[in-house]
């Protein structure tokens, strides 16, 4: 199983960014996906959580009516737009999947993607 991220890069801020995560080697029917994010220095954190159906989905209070995720089954990807980009949402972003619960907590996700980083200049 892979997960490759991409769409990282430098914006500034009050910019836009959109993330996407292709998963290989099986599908994750019935699971959560996710988005998390790790600052220099910080543990990583939970961004964002989707359900099998889409129907259900969580945001950090953080990012919450800025970011939108979004996933697509039959492509078997995962992607996070995010808007209104600030300095503090500096990070490199992992998306996981395979989430078992709410999709909110690092440890019930099998599977991690290798990171894209996103710099936010003010």
């Known amino acids: 199983v892979q997960l490759q991220a991409s769409g990282g890069g430098l914006v500034q801020a009050g910019g836009s960014l959109r993330l996407s995560c292709a998963a290989s080697?099986?599908?994750?029917?019935?699971?959560?996906m996710g988005w998390f994010r790790q600052a220099p220095g910080k543990e990583r954190e939970f961004v964002a959580a989707?359900?099998?159906?889409?129907?259900?989905?969580y945001y950090s209070d953080s990012v919450k009516g800025r970011f939108t995720i979004s996933r697509d089954n039959a492509k078997n990807t995962v992607a996070l737009q995010m808007n209104s980009l600030k300095p503090e949402d500096t990070a490199v972003y992992y998306c996981?999947?395979?989430?078992?619960?709410?999709?909110?907590?690092?440890?019930?996700?099998?599977?991690w993607g290798q990171g894209t980083q996103v710099t936010v200049s003010s």
């Open positions: 996981a999947a395979q989430g078992i619960l709410s999709g909110t907590l690092k440890s019930e996700y099998a599977y």
């Open positions: 080697g099986r599908t994750f029917s019935g699971y959560y």
């Open positions: 989707i359900s099998w159906s889409g129907g259900s989905t």
